[in-house]
């Protein structure tokens, strides 16, 4: 079992920045890929970014080159710094853990951004 907990949301303006931290607790050495979804209220969950455990990076068109998802393997956390946002940036954004053999994925109560002037 794996528990995820995400924090650092908030209110920012356009063109803010903001760090999200997911940490992670249980069974860390299962943990194969580490990332983050945003969802806004009436659509689909949105894959944003992801760190597999050999290291590849993995972001969504619409955040490459403003956003950026890093680990502190001692701190069993992965972070996703935001950079020059956006109000279509707001939303909730949701850490998600996928662990091996299993397969099973966790995912965290998701934090706020809010994007707005």
């Known amino acids: 079992q794996v528990r995820v907990v995400e924090s650092g949301g908030g209110l920012v303006q356009p063109g803010g920045s903001l760090r999200l931290s997911c940490a992670a607790s249980?069974?860390?050495?299962?943990?194969?890929?580490m990332g983050w979804y945003r969802q806004v209220p009436g659509k689909q969950r949105e894959f944003v970014a992801n760190?597999?455990?050999?290291?590849?990076?993995n972001y969504a068109d619409s955040v490459k080159g403003r956003f950026a998802i890093s680990r502190d393997n001692a701190k069993n956390t992965v972070y996703l710094q935001t950079d020059s946002l956006k109000p279509e940036d707001t939303a909730v954004y949701y850490c998600?853990?996928?662990?091996?053999?299993?397969?099973?994925?966790?995912w965290g109560q998701g934090t706020q951004v809010t994007v707005s002037s």
């Open positions: 249980g069974s860390i050495s299962s943990i194969a890929v």
């Open positions: 760190i597999i455990s050999g290291g590849t990076i």
């Open positions: 998600y853990a996928n662990t091996r053999p299993d397969g099973r994925q966790y």
